[in-house]
T-cell receptor
Framework: SQQGEEDPQALSIQEGENATMNCSYK?????LQWYRQNSGRGLVHLILIRSNEREKHSGRLRVTLDTSKKSSSLLITASRAADTASYFCALSQYGGSQGNLIFGKGTKLSVKP | DTAVSQTPKYLVTQMGNDKSIKCEQN?????MYWYKQDSKKFLKIMFS???????INETVPNRFSPKSPDKAHLNLHINSLELGDSAVYFC?????????????FGPGTRLTVL
C-alpha cells in the first residue's frame, strides 16, 4: 500500500522515558510529516522533514529520515503524561495530487505518570 | 481565535437523510481539504480545493459533494446517508498552493448514522 506503516501500533511508557515510533513506506516522497492527535481532537502538525534531510529537531522531538530504507522515526525525549496521544506519519509524494497527504494508521502512545 | 473551525461537532441522523458539515479557516490559506477518519483511526483524504477549485476527488461516492463559496470556506454535503458514512470528518487547510506544507486541522465532526 502507499500509506505509511507506523510501528508499534501501541506504546506504553513511564513519564521521563523516551518514546520512539517508526514509520515505513514504499513510495518516493517529497516530504514526510508527523502529526499528533489527542483523544477526540483534530490532528496537530509536529514536524516536517524533506526528502533531502536526514534529521530534524524541535524541542523534545527528534525526527530522522532514511530514504534508502524508506523509513522515518520520531523520538520524544523525557516524555510527559501530556504526550499521551496518537501519532501519525503522513507522506507527501512526488507526482502525487496536490496536497495529497497519505496517513498511516498511527501509534497510540500512553505515558503513565 | 480558532484557526480551522467546523460545525457541528456532533451529528446524529437517520439513514437516508441529507446533512451538511461546515468548515471555515481564518488563516488566509489557499488550499482546504476534507478527510474521513474511520473507527480504526485510519485517516483518508476525500477532497482538496485550491482557491475554490476542486483539485483532489478521491474515490468518494457522489453522494458526497463539497462546496467552496469562497477561499475561506469548504462545506461538505452528504446525500442519502448510509450506515457506513459514520466516521469523524476533519477539515484542514494549508498555506501553499503546492499543498505540500503542513496542514492545519479542525476539531472534527463526529457523524453517527442510525
Amino acid at each position: 500500500s502507499q500509506q505509511g506503516e507506523e510501528d508499534p501500533q501501541a506504546l506504553s511508557i513511564q513519564e521521563g522515558e523516551n518514546a520512539t515510533m517508526n514509520c515505513s513506506y514504499k513510495t518516493s516522497i517529497n516530504n514526510l510529516q508527523w502529526y499528533r492527535q489527542n483523544s477526540g481532537r483534530g490532528l496537530v502538525h509536529l514536524i516536517l522533514i524533506r526528502s533531502n534531510e536526514r534529521e530534524k529537531h524541535s524541542g523534545r522531538l527528534r525526527v530522522t529520515l532514511d530514504t534508502s530504507k524508506k523509513s522515518s522515526s520520531l523520538l520524544i525525549t523525557a516524555s510527559r503524561a501530556a504526550d499521551t496521544a496518537s501519532y501519525f506519519c503522513a507522506l507527501s509524494q512526488y507526482g502525487g495530487s496536490q496536497g495529497n497527504l497519505i496517513f498511516g494508521k498511527g501509534t497510540k502512545l500512553s505515558v503513565k505518570p | 481565535d480558532t484557526a480551522v473551525s467546523q460545525t457541528p461537532k456532533y451529528l446524529v441522523t437517520q439513514m437516508g437523510n441529507d446533512k451538511s458539515i461546515k468548515c471555515e479557516q481564518n488563516l488566509g490559506h489557499d488550499t482546504m481539504y476534507w478527510y474521513k477518519q474511520d473507527s480504526k483511526k485510519f485517516l483518508k483524504i476525500m477532497f482538496s480545493y485550491n482557491n475554490k477549485e476542486l483539485i483532489i476527488n478521491e474515490t468518494v461516492p457522489n453522494r458526497f459533494s463539497p462546496k467552496s463559496p469562497d477561499k475561506a470556506h469548504l462545506n461538505l454535503h452528504i446525500n442519502s446517508l448510509e450506515l457506513g458514512d459514520s466516521a469523524v470528518y476533519f477539515c484542514a487547510s494549508s498555506p501553499a498552493t503546492s499543498g505540500r506544507d503542513e496542514q492545519f486541522f479542525g476539531p472534527g465532526t463526529r457523524l453517527t448514522v442510525l
